[in-house]
Every structure is written in structure tokens, then in C-alpha cells.
């Protein structure tokens, strides 16, 4: 963070210091809210949780190197004590990036944030210095701490933005208000939340209605719903995508036979030749989202081909492929899932998998209520559809109901199966993987399907010393 003494920061956040000696002493170390990420010159930020209670480690931070604690009430170390710790931490955000010379691009969607997100991080860090959401911190206490953590070298923040529910991004964009918004698109993740996709088309369009006239609003062309907030925005508008009007667009776009994307990029200023080194087709409406934000901030068309093209995966589970020493391919996107991710990594591991055996491990997707029975059935039978060898569906009601796609899609029989859980599913594998293999595991964070594609990792590393099989 840029450097702020204690009374200061007690003036930002309106809060009442105690027991500080110093009120002139300075915080230069990070802001945090796990105690195992202080350091010194550190401010803590204790919040009460379901579980834990930071104001019970005060002690210990400060004892760490943390100069005060951000509190609800005193705890006997130096601390700023404030009514509400949250709105307290929005408050000293938003007194920050108003200090901060830098350009704060915000950006939203239904899905494709995280991957969009640090392809454009890995883009602009060539122009200048960037600091960026790390993983999805993105709600109303991982913003304000990203933010926090940009420093007076700092000249691009990139700020991912996540919502559940109507106002949440407004909420947001009043802590760190963007100069560039980004909208990737209009899905049906949260849908059970929202009531319908109008519903998170007005949610996801209050980051646009927030730009100011000198900003940018940066839009996709092939989203209609995203389209559409061009009219929401006092900005200027940017579209990218592939259709044909879209200012920053795709063309001639194919697969390697790694299944890597591979594309001719155009931007009014010129095109050029990119391949990604991610996996799957999906990820060139993300790549075109990166640099579209990048031409707008002066970036040369070559020079953001190339960025593009040795950019990498910065956020665990989300199309990490790993291959064994055996030849068996894992592809890790448990992070998350909603229809649309789910159907794009099922195109991305039939394109991986060509003349392969493939297997689509799949949990439930959350929060898609009264859509949840028909959005899984077509997830199954898709699978079926895309010539996948085998589907393990994991978990209760809702992997029946994939399994149950797919059998009615193509009377699959063995060819896929439900288990009741992760250690069902590793069972399974473990018994059926040949050399060869290609492994996709995705589903809803909570279903923690993750633990699927380490075990399958850690088989085969045990196996390389000779102990076990790994199958």
C-alpha cells in the first residue's frame, strides 16, 4: 500500500485510535485479513467470521510486524476502531486509488472473468507497472484489499468485479470507480439468484452506467445482452468479438492439435497472428476482451499478439493440464462450473482428446434453481453429443440428473455412471485409466472435485519412484 500513518487512516475510515503510541506511525506493508500474510509494516484488518474471529490474533500480528489493527472494538494493541470494519476498509480503498496515478480497469461477467483477467494482467505488465485481482477476489472485501495493494509505482489496476444480486457491482464501483469497464458477457451462472438473465443483464451493466464520459467501455459484440448497455453508458464505446463489426475481433479462428486456440487478430490500428497457450476455443473471446483493454491503452496490435501468445494460467483449477509420466492427460477446471464453462471445457477436451479416450468427471453446478434439472440434463447430453468416451458423474441429485442426460441422449449404458463422491470417482479411475488418457474434472467449487485431479497427480508421481502402479 502507499504509505499512510495511523491518523491518517483513522481520518479515512472515521475511526477512533487506541493504544498508539505513534499515531505518526506509518503502514507501508500490505493490508490483510489472514494473519499468516502479515509482514512487517502490515495493517491488519480483523473480521468476525462464522467460525473465527480476527480481533482473538491481535496479538499475534502485531507481535508479526503488523503496525495496528482495523477493529470493531479495542484489543489492547494498537488499533483503529471503527462501527462497521467493512465499510471502514471500502472507505481507505477508495481514499487510496484517489491518490494513485494509476488507470483502473474494471471488469464483470458470467463467466470467463478469472481466465480474461490475467490474460490482460499478463498483457498490460509489458507496458507498464500492473497489480491485479489476484485469483477471484472479487466481492466486497477482496476489491478494496487488491486495490490496497497497489503502490505509487502502480499504474494500471485491474480489478475483477463479481456480483450476486442487483447493486453489488454499483456497490463496487463506488469504492474504485473505473476509468474502463469490460463486460465479457451475460451467462447463467447464479441464475437461481437473479431470477432470469435480464435480471444479471442489469446487474452486470451497472460497471458501464459508472464509467465516466472520458472513459472507455469496452463490450462484447457477440453478446446481445452485453451489446446492449452501449446505451447505459456516458463512455465511449469499444466492441470486440468475432462478428464482423466488432472493433477488436477474431478471425480464421481454429485449434491446434494440442487444442490450443489459434487466431488472426484485428485492431483498428492493424492485425497479427496469435496462438494461445491455453486450452479450448473459449478463451479467444477472453484473449479478444485483453485486447481490446490493451488498445485502448495505446498498445501496438504486435505487441499484443505476442503477449497474448506467451501468456500463461495464473489462477489454480481452471484448464490446468498436466500430463503423467504414463501419457495420461488431467485437465483441473474444478474451480468452478455453470453451463456455459461446462460446455466449453467439454469442446475443449473432445479437441485435446482426438484419437484418445476421454473422460468428463462432472459435479453439480450451483445456484441455477428452477433451471438446475434442464441445464444438467443438457450438460449429459451434451457429453454424449461431443463423442465423450466416458462420463463419471459425481455426486447426488443433480449428478443423477447428468448421468441421466446422458443415457437418454445415446442409451450410453456403461459408457457412463454416477458415484457418490470424490473418493468414489478416484476408485474408479484408478482402475479403468489407460496410458493415454485425457482426464477432464469440473464442477461447483463446493463439490471439491479438485481433490479428484491431485490424487490422479499424486498416483502418478509416486508411481515415477517406483512404489505403486498409479492405476
Not at 463479481?162 to 447493486?167: K, P, S, V
Not at 468428463?360 to 443438457?378: N, R
Request: glycine content about 10%.
Amino acid at each position: 500500500m502507499i504509505a499512510l500513518s495511523l491518523a491518517e487512516i483513522a481520518t479515512v475510515v472515521g475511526g477512533q485510535t487506541y493504544d498508539i503510541p505513534d499515531p505518526a506511525a506509518q503502514v507501508t506493508g500490505p493490508v490483510v485479513r489472514d494473519s499468516r500474510e502479515v509482514e512487517p509494516g502490515s495493517l491488519f484488518v480483523a473480521f468476525v467470521g462464522e467460525r473465527v474471529d480476527g480481533h482473538d490474533y491481535a496479538a499475534d500480528v502485531v507481535a508479526a510486524g503488523a503496525v495496528a489493527v482495523l477493529a470493531s472494538r479495542p484489543v489492547g494493541v494498537p488499533a483503529v476502531v471503527v462501527d462497521d470494519v467493512q465499510a471502514a476498509l471500502g472507505a481507505l480503498a477508495r481514499h487510496v486509488v484517489e491518490r494513485l496515478g494509476a488507470t483502473l480497469v474494471a471488469l464483470t461477467g458470467s463467466v470467463g472473468k478469472t481466465s480474461s483477467k490475467d490474460l490482460l494482467a499478463q498483457v498490460l505488465q509489458r507496458k507498464a507497472p500492473t497489480v491485479f485481482t489476484p485469483g477471484s477476489f472479487n466481492n466486497e472485501i477482496g476489491l478494496p484489499l487488491t486495490a490496497l495493494s497497489a503502490t505509487d509505482e502502480t499504474r494500471f489496476l485491474i480489478l475483477e468485479m463479481g456480483a450476486r444480486g442487483i447493486g453489488h457491482i454499483r456497490y463496487l464501483t463506488g469504492l474504485t470507480p473505473p476509468k474502463i469497464g469490460l463486460v465479457l458477457n451475460v451467462g447463467t451462472a447464479h441464475i437461481g439468484e437473479f431470477g432470469g438473465r435480464e435480471q444479471i443483464a442489469v446487474a452486470k451493466g451497472e460497471l458501464v452506467e459508472s464509467l465516466p464520459a472520458d472513459g472507455a467501455a469496452i463490450l462484447n459484440a457477440d453478446d446481445p445482452l452485453v451489446r446492449a448497455m452501449a446505451s447505459r453508458t456516458k463512455a465511449r464505446v469499444l466492441l470486440f468479438g468475432e462478428s464482423d463489426d466488432a472493433d477488436v475481433r477474431a478471425e480464421n479462428v481454429r485449434l491446434t492439435e494440442n487444442g490450443q486456440p489459434a487466431f488472426t487478430l484485428h485492431t483498428p490500428s492493424g492485425c497479427s497472428d496469435v496462438t494461445l497457450r491455453l486450452y479450448g476455443e473459449h478463451h479467444v473471446s477472453n484473449a479478444l476482451a485483453a485486447a481490446a483493454v490493451a488498445h485502448e491503452l495505446g498498445m501496438s496490435v504486435d505487441e499484443i499478439a505476442l503477449a497474448l501468445s506467451e501468456a500463461g494460467t495464473l489462477s489454480r483449477w481452471r484448464m490446468e493440464v498436466t500430463e503423467r509420466p504414463d501419457g495420461v492427460t488431467i485437465v483441473n477446471d474444478a474451480y468452478n462450473a455453470n453451463p456455459e464453462s461446462m460446455r466449453a471445457a467439454l469442446r475443449a477436451l473432445v479437441a485435446m482428446g482426438k484419437g484418445r479416450r476421454t473422460w468428463a468427471v462432472l459435479g453439480h453446478m450451483a445456484e441455477l434453481g428452477d433451471e438446475g434439472l434442464a441445464e444438467h440434463d443438457a450438460v449429459g447430453r451434451l457429453a454424449v453429443r461431443l463423442n465423450v468416451s466416458k462420463l463419471v458423474a459425481v455426486g447426488g441429485r443433480e449428478a443423477s440428473w447428468l448421468q441421466l442426460g446422458a443415457y437418454n441422449e445415446g442409451s450410453w449404458g456403461e459408457e457412463s455412471v454416477h458415484v457418490s463422491d470424490a473418493q468414489a470417482a478416484i476408485d474408479l479411475l484408478r482402475n479403468e485409466l489407460r496410458p493415454g488418457d485425457v482426464v477432464l474434472v469440473k464442477a461447483s467449487r463446493s463439490v471439491g472435485l479438485e481433490k479428484v485431479a491431485t490424487a490422479l497427480l499424486d498416483d502418478a508421481a509416486v508411481s515415477s519412484e517406483g512404489q505403486v502402479s498409479g492405476r
